[in-house]
């Protein structure tokens, strides 16, 4: 089975600043999706940013960006410029690229401060 | 386009009651999701359905949980009875799932289930 393991319960950057939220994984596939979902206090969760296993390429989006390793099995968060409206929890989820369950499977999450 | 609807947001109930959640995908959306979220943890796959058919039911409490989802389009999810360990977060997700594993996921705000 796999695990989503994320280190930091809390995590603190000033605006304007740059952080990195840290998540590693444990697989024995060798095809799957990484993700990053952002839940504010509304508690709905809002995809961040995907990526692909058999990409070699960090994904990015916007002020958002990861740092994938596959044979350390580690999938960081960047967060650059980082705003007010950046503060939540954010969770690392793994899903496997085969079968037809695409079951997501969770870290516990991160909780970001953002200060003034 | 509107997004998945979940009612009631929060409901508290006696410990041994019985309740039920709804939930509405995005209209068009074969594959739907309800997660349990545990205060600290990440959400965690309760039942995965592919239009009126159950996927993925393995962490599924079966003694007490049940959910259905007729016609393939609104879901049901049932406690009974409640025990104390079930305060959490109820998540549901859909997914328009054409067959690719990378399809994206589209969250409600959850049910917040209080069981005293």
């Known amino acids: 089975a796999q695990t989503v393991t994320q280190s930091q319960p809390e995590m603190s950057v000033q605006e304007a600043e740059t952080v990195t939220l840290s998540c590693t994984y444990d697989?024995?596939?060798?095809?799957?999706?990484l993700f990053w979902y952002k839940q504010p206090p509304s508690r709905q969760m809002i995809l961040v940013i995907r990526?692909?296993?058999?990409?070699?390429q960090n994904a990015t989006e916007n002020r958002f960006s990861v740092n994938f390793q596959k044979a350390a099995k580690s999938f960081s968060l960047k967060i650059s410029d980082s705003q007010l409206g950046d503060a939540a929890m954010y969770f690392c989820?793994?899903?496997?690229?085969?079968?037809?369950?695409?079951?997501?499977?969770f870290g516990t999450g991160t909780r970001l401060q953002v200060t003034l | 386009e509107a997004g998945v609807a979940q009612s009631p947001r929060y409901k508290i109930i006696e410990k041994r009651q019985s309740v039920a959640f709804w939930c509405n995908p995005i209209?068009?959306?074969?594959?739907l999701y309800w997660y349990q979220q545990i205060l600290g943890q990440g959400p965690k796959l309760l039942i995965q359905?592919?239009?009126?058919?159950?996927?993925?039911d393995s962490q599924l409490p079966k003694d007490r949980f049940s959910a259905e989802r007729l016609k393939g389009v609104d879901s049901t999810l049932k406690i009974q009875p409640a025990k104390l360990e079930d305060s959490a977060v109820y998540l549901c997700?859909?997914?328009?799932?054409?067959?690719?594993?990378?399809?994206?996921?589209?969250f409600g705000s959850g049910t917040q289930l209080s069981v005293l």
């Open positions: 997700a859909s997914s328009s799932f054409r067959g690719a594993t990378n399809e994206k996921l589209f």
């Open positions: 989820a793994y899903r496997s690229a085969t079968g037809t369950a695409s079951k997501l499977t």
């Open positions: 697989t024995s596939e060798s095809d799957y999706y």
């Open positions: 990526q692909e296993a058999y990409k070699q």
């Open positions: 209209s068009g959306h074969a594959t």
């Open positions: 359905f592919q239009n009126n058919g159950v996927v993925d």
